[in-house]
């Protein structure tokens, strides 16, 4: 069996360590980080990440506010309260909870977003730094990703690596971080999407392969090299009949397929999500500490 990858447990551990930099802070400053969430509408997965982000936050002795509007809110609206929040120095980081709805242009929502106070590192400023490999805010899902493969001393250096998924949120800044000169990059990346030729070809040669196109066990067995490590960032809700609720979360990955043949295999749930929001603090704690250094 593969060794199970388990963001569950690496949080725990982040945790500690980040509450132990909370208390070091707030005994030099006074003050602790303080994380901001706008929640607009009522989107039942959003609703869920954004309280497991203030339950976060608690967890590691951060302030927080969840913001709540209406569906209806109006772009300029939204805007003046992200400004608000800019403006504002108790704040430590703010987050949007994407999607939004359709009226309103979600990157001219992110590029509101002061680049400091960017804790999701979705802003040009952030990911043009990653890009360029100097120091700035990293995009938390990636960034949770590379935590976690430093918890289990998973080497990146010199390995293959092929990511599945281009998006601006996962895909395009993992490859960027796992390529860059640092502890948990050097490796050799390749970046595949949906006009990807034979892509086996490619996903085969991976010793690690990162998943995250959003597509529910579209990656079985035969796309995988024996002993490779699998990351798999995808989660949608698929309809499941046979609990209370009417569905359960899915990966990207054929869990009972792929298991069979990888060395090491993150769960859904339990995996990369409980990173994306290790990510998500550390970023917010590392604001903090640069803020009042
Ligand atoms: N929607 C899906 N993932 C994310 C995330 O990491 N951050 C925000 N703000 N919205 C999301």
């Known amino acids: 069996m593969p060794q199970i990858l388990s963001g569950k447990e690496v949080s725990l551990s982040l945790n500690e360590q980040i509450a132990a930099r909370v208390a070091a802070g707030k005994a030099k400053t006074g003050m602790v980080p303080h994380l901001v969430a706008i929640l607009v509408g009522n989107d039942g997965a959003s609703q869920t990440y954004v309280g497991a982000k203030e339950k976060a936050c608690q967890t590691v002795g951060f302030d927080s506010s969840i913001l709540r509007y209406d569906a209806s809110i109006s772009q300029d609206e939204l805007l003046a309260e992200i400004e608000r929040i800019n403006q504002d120095d108790t704040y430590t980081g703010l987050i949007v909870q994407l999607p939004l709805p359709n009226h309103i242009d979600e990157e001219v929502v992110t590029h509101a977003i002061h680049p400091d106070k960017d804790v999701d590192g979705f802003h040009d400023i952030n990911m043009g730094k990653l890009a360029k490999g100097h120091p700035g805010v990293k995009p938390a899902t990636p960034y949770g990703i590379t935590l976690m493969l430093k918890h289990y001393g998973i080497e990146t250096q010199g390995k293959h690596v092929v990511v599945l998924g281009r998006s601006n949120i996962v895909g395009r800044p993992m490859s960027l971080l796992l390529s860059d000169s640092s502890e948990t990059g050097n490796a050799t990346v390749t970046l595949c999407h949906s006009r990807t030729r034979d892509l086996a070809s490619y996903t085969r040669q991976a010793d ?61 749930p339990g995996g990369v999500g409980p990173m994306t929001i290790s990510g998500l603090m550390m970023n917010t704690l590392q604001a903090f500490e640069r803020k009042y250094a």
């Open 208 to 268: 690690i392969l990162v998943v995250a196109l959003g597509k529910p066990e579209f990656v079985g067995a035969d796309l995988v090299k024996p002993g490779a490590v699998v990351i798999d960032v995808g989660t949608t809700r698929v309809e499941d009949t046979s609990r209370e609720r009417g569905w359960r979360l899915t990966g990207d990955v054929l869990y009972s397929e792929v298991a069979e043949v990888a060395s090491a295999i993150t769960p859904v």
